[in-house]
């Protein structure tokens, strides 16, 4: 016990043997954890950088809309209206089709050769990334991609094909994000309308029709079994060339189908020895070229975007232009060459505006060149109606006479084709002859201006400049804008709007374009149009007319003849009251042919074409047709030289009353 006072005792240091080494240690592992923890933070910063990295820059998951029309090739299927593929331009896309229209075997065959277990992963399936990651490592090289149906679906519409791991992390994520978009079944259907199967086949109603002549709902358990095996290696097996390889893919198949419960054994025996019938290629008709370029060119103008696959109904009935192609060939392989003329272009288009018929040139095989569409000619005396049609505008009508005699307007003398002169004669006889004097007289009288105008107004779209030489067709014009323009006689006055095609859609079945019925613009008087209608019949029905060579059996038919200068260009341009159209022929280097003229090889070719397209048709009344009844020559002349004396008498009375009137000032001036 401490003494009262005393003071404590001082403290003594202990020491423990070995004290130095166990302070020396407790440092180390200090250091140690720190060094660790350090590593864990390097460690996860350098992890989570490249987590982080894998999934730098990855697109967005498109709209599900999008990944149907994603990285499709530019392509147009063309039908006609009975749904017949008249031609495929570009890959071959087929009808869109869902897995609830198929048996059930067909995508069964799929998800054996391609996804086992895809009804039961989230879009990417776990363990078998394992198994290809083990088995690639084994190889020292990518010998398995594991991908699932869905990310092939990613692979191929949303990220590229290397192999690296960035890109297989992205495609493992979008993967799964699509499987929260859509169900499995729109997985599905989605891949089997969009996988390839080489020979630029894409989809299973394309690979169905296109080897088998069937759609793919009709496909037999052999059928589907070959077609699942094409996308491993679409273009090595492809079915024509190398069906024996396709059929060993089609064993694997067919056996994996049974080990998943999808078929028996018996039922894979049979069709492992199914006789397959691949049909042929199809073939297309090389001369409809013509029609569907300006098909095509139509489809760039009328759509602001083109999608990648288009389905278009076009208006051509190709029966009717087969035969009138092949006569309109015989013909000229005879008397066209005989006229030295090598070229012939056709249009031909019914009351409605549906073109029926469009043919460029002889050949589209030697050829592409389309001389309805793309060759600007001088029309000659077939642009004269829009003359007279003016003139009528203006009160003149086709009684009224002129003189045909020289001519002389500034520099330009026009003569005839004749080199001759008939003295007075009515309008009607003038148009009826081509009398080239009468016209140009006409075309001053009414002004080139509005020659123009009536034309513009009629369908002519080429820019046409108010020259005097306009009144005989100097200008050059497409045959499409010629015809068109006829189309509103025949119609009494209402514009033509002719069509080629008639619905636009893609290969889900969206219709992008159809064709309205609407009411046609009238740019012309009915009644006026009748007198012309009557005056244009007599250039074919009577004994002087140019066009008598145009003529149809049982119908009445309305047209111009035309020419231009030394032979280049020679036209018949005509309607009934169920057509209209037009013929010119020519050589495309511009040379003169050997005295051809409109009422020559041109109306011939025009009367063939016409004779094929109104077999089998009851014969219509054409409007104003009766107003043109055939008047003779020496009655013409009569009705010339009694309207003649009446003009003179009305114009001397006219300027008797004037004298009487008018003050002397004006008089004089």
């Known amino acids: 016990m401490a003494q009262k006072g005393a003071q404590p005792p001082a403290q003594r240091a202990i020491k423990v043997p070995g004290g130095g080494f166990l302070s020396r240690h407790g440092r180390l592992i200090r250091y140690a954890l720190l ?216 064993a694997y198949v067919l056996g994996e189908m049974v080990s998943l419960g999808f078929i028996s054994k018996t039922e894979a025996d049979a069709a492992a020895v199914q006789d397959i019938s691949i049909i042929d290629p199809p073939e297309y008709d090389p001369q409809l070229g013509y029609a569907l370029d300006a098909a095509t060119e139509r489809v760039k103008a009328m759509l602001p975007r083109i999608p990648g696959d288009l389905v278009v109904t076009v208006s051509i009935d190709t029966d009717l232009q087969e035969r009138i192609r092949k006569q309109l060939a015989e013909r000229m392989a005879k008397d066209g060459a005989a006229d030295g003329a090598s070229q012939v272009s056709a249009l031909l288009i019914d009351k409605d505006g549906r073109v029926t018929a469009l043919i460029g040139g002889v050949d589209y095989t030697q050829s592409v060149f389309n001389r309805v569409t793309q060759a600007k000619r001088q029309p000659g005396s077939s642009f004269k109606p829009f003359v007279y049609a003016t003139a009528l505008e203006d009160g003149y009508t086709p009684y009224d006479v002129f003189d045909d005699a020289p001519i002389t307007v500034g520099k330009w003398e026009p003569k005839n084709y004749s080199g001759q002169y008939l003295g007075p004669m009515t309008m009607s006889e003038a148009l009826t002859r081509s ?142 009251s169920a057509y209209v159209g037009g013929v010119w022929v020519g050589n495309d280097d511009d040379t003169p042919m050997k005295k051809v003229t409109g009422g020559g090889l041109p109306a011939d070719l025009w009367s063939d074409m016409m004779e094929i397209a109104h077999a089998g048709k009851r014969p219509e009344d054409l409007i104003g047709a009766e107003t043109g009844a055939a008047v003779s020559e020496a009655a013409e002349q009569r009705i010339a030289f009694y309207r003649g004396l009446s003009q003179a008498f009305s114009i001397a009375a006219g300027q008797q009353f004037a004298s009487r009137t008018t003050p002397d000032r004006y008089q004089q001036q």
Request: charged residues 25%; hydrophobic residues 40%.
């Open 35 to 250: 060094a660790v923890l350090g590593l864990f933070i390097v460690g996860g910063g350098w992890g989570f950088w490249k987590w982080r990295s894998l999934y730098a820059g990855m697109p967005k998951l498109p709209e599900v809309a999008e990944l149907w029309n994603a990285k499709r090739e530019p392509a147009i299927e063309f039908i006609d209206r009975n749904e017949k593929t008249l031609d495929v331009r570009g890959p071959r896309y087929g009808r869109a089709t869902s897995v609830e229209q198929l048996p059930k075997y067909v995508p069964e065959a799929f998800i054996a050769a391609e996804d086992k277990r895809f009804y039961e992963h989230d879009g990417a399936d776990d363990a078998a990334i394992a198994r290809a990651a083990w088995s690639n490592l084994r190889a020292g090289e990518t010998v398995s991609g594991a991908s699932t149906i869905t990310q092939q679906l990613i692979k191929n519409f949303v990220l590229d094909s290397r192999q690296t791991v960035k890109r297989k992390a992205q495609e493992v994520k979008l993967a799964r994000e699509l499987e929260k978009k859509m169900s499995k079944d729109e997985i599905l259907s989605l891949y089997l309308n969009r996988v390839y199967f080489g020979a630029g086949l894409y989809g299973i109603d394309a690979a169905a029709r296109y080897y088998f002549g069937k759609g793919p709902d009709q496909l037999s358990v052999s059928e589907a079994a070959l077609l699942a095996g094409l996308p491993k290696a679409p273009s090595k097996l492809n079915l024509r060339d190398n069906l024996a390889g396709a059929k060993e893919r089609q």
């Open 435 to 576: 009398i080239n004097t009468v016209a140009a007289e006409l075309a001053q009288l009414t002004s080139e201006e509005r020659v123009v105008d009536t034309a513009r107004r009629f369908g002519i779209t080429t820019k046409l400049e108010p020259f005097p030489s306009i009144a005989l067709g100097s200008q050059e014009v497409t045959l499409w804008e010629l015809v068109r323009a006829f189309g509103t006689f025949q119609s009494g006055g209402l514009r033509l709007d002719p069509y080629l095609i008639e619905t636009i859609a893609d290969s889900r079945g969206n219709v992008l374009y159809e064709r309205p019925t609407y009411d046609r613009d009238r740019v012309y008087s009915e009644e006026l149009d009748k007198e012309m209608n009557g005056m244009l019949t007599r250039v074919v029905n009577s004994d002087i007319g140019t066009g008598g060579r145009a003529k149809i059996k049982n119908w009445t038919v309305a047209g111009k003849t035309g020419t231009s200068q030394d032979w280049r260009d020679a036209w018949f341009i005509g309607f009934t």
